[in-house]
């Protein structure tokens, strides 16, 4: 991933994942183990939130085009370093809820995804 070319965005808008799309990976457990990575990094970068819940769906049998769209979020968080929460000491008060929907958005099986997150202050707890 040195040398990859910038993602300006967690994800392609017009990216249609399915569980049929493509081949099977032959080591799921690499998929796995990335998107295990990723969900992680949301902590911090919950900016990543949606992308990474749709590709988390598949994770029971990933196929090449799932591992190409979570090497297009790991392209997204190599060229956006500086973005992120930085947690500091002291009191802030006052609590904010933010979500973000996809009505329908797999062709699969007709789900919807959902992303939400929540502040106390400028702290994300969820």
């Known amino acids: 991933m040195l040398g990859c070319r ?9 990216l249609k994942l399915s569980v049929e799309s493509r081949e099977l990976l032959s080591n799921p457990s690499m998929y796995q183990r990335l998107v295990g990575h ?42 956006s370093p500086g973005l992120g929460l930085f947690y500091s000491a002291g009191h802030q008060s006052g609590l904010s809820c933010f979500t973000d929907a996809n ?8 789900c919807s995804t959902i992303g939400l997150s929540t502040f106390y202050g400028n702290h994300l707890i969820s």
Do not use: C, E, W
């Not at 910038?6 to 017009?14: E, K, V």
């Not at 900016?47 to 196929?63: C, E, G, Y």
């Not at 009505?103 to 007709?110: E, I």
């Open 38 to 79: 990723l969900i992680y990094l949301t902590n911090t970068r919950p900016d990543l939130t949606f992308a990474i819940s749709v590709v988390s769906q598949f994770m029971h049998a990933p196929r090449t085009s799932h591992l190409d769209a979570v090497h297009h979020i790991l392209r997204y968080v190599k060229t």
């Open 6 to 14: 910038p993602a300006s965005t967690p994800m392609d808008p017009n």
């Open 103 to 110: 009505y329908v958005g797999s062709q699969t099986d007709r």
